[in-house]
């Protein structure tokens, strides 16, 4: 007679979180003895170089070139600026 199932205790997670059926990872800050506000401007000040360094070192790994690198890099902004004028010519708009 052959087996089924295998069962067994592990220590894990007590719960697995999804949202509308994908699963969802939580992160969790201790601001004891601040201020929210003050945390998310220092989060803002801090997050956005170092991301710009995280793309910038994933792009140099991939292309192993620092000019094509930076010309990727340097095509951002002309990309942003055209999606907001495709998003104002097709009339989408916000409410909020």
Do not use: H, Q
Not at 1 to 30: C, F, H, Q
Not at 60 to 70: A, K, L, Q
Not at 81 to 92: A, E, K, N, R, V
């Amino acid at each position: 007679m052959r087996k089924l199932v295998d069962i067994r205790t592990v220590n894990g997670p007590p719960v697995i979180r999804n949202e509308n059926g994908s699963l969802a990872g939580w992160a969790y800050v201790d601001m004891t003895g601040r201020d929210i506000g003050g945390y998310a401007e220092e989060a803002k000040k801090l997050v956005l170089p170092l991301t710009l360094l995280l793309i910038f070192i994933l792009l140099y790994v991939n292309f192993r070139s620092i000019p094509e690198t930076f010309i990727i890099l340097l095509s951002i902004p002309f990309a942003m600026t055209g999606s907001i004028w495709l998003l104002w010519l097709l009339d989408y708009y916000s409410e909020y």
